[in-house]
């Protein structure tokens, strides 16, 4: 596949390959095709969901090697405004509600090995690029507190399951990368 743009976001680890393609987009024409090349392997769910968000087109990835190349077309409606989840909570307010025994369900979208390593106990975990399809592992009443790394992912989580019919869903900023609560590791 042809690009206009090549973007080498190789080595970085999330939000960075979003954040870099998100300041590449800005100096690409309409209708002309962006490659970005990532090495994080949560990358692929995060740059098609970010996509669908903002009106790009998400064309597709290929896989060489270590390196996924994420094709977006940029959208021709210069009025493509990415959205945010409106209901968003501090890490101090999740680490308050946890400490008060609420009952609250907390989801991580991290991929499976971020989650592994280090999570805040009892986390339910079902990465991003798996949410559609586990959507249903889900209780729509629960009080759901979603968390990722930074809040980019854990966003675009929220607003999924508010699409799917989910009220009671917070977006926890910054997230994982300034947690400083009880966390547990997997075994």
Known sequence: MKANVTLDAKGLACPMPIVKTKKAMNDVEPGQVLEVQATDKGSKADIQAWAERTGHQYLGTIE?????????????????????????ASNEDLTAKLDANEDIVVLDVREEAEYAFNHIPNAVNIPLG?????????NKDAHIFVV??????????????????????????????????????TN
């Open 130 to 138: 798996e949410l559609e399809a586990r959507v249903s592992e889900l």
């Open 64 to 88: 060489e090697g270590d390196v996924l190349k994420h094709f977006l077309r940029k959208s021709s409606n210069d009025e493509a405004i990415e959205k945010k989840h409106p209901h968003v």
């Open 148 to 185: 990722c790394r930074t809040g980019s992912r854990s966003d675009l989580a929220s607003q999924t399951l508010t699409e799917k019919g989910f009220t009671n869903v917070i977006n926890v900023v910054p997230g994982m990368s300034q947690w400083s609560g009880n966390t547990t590791s």
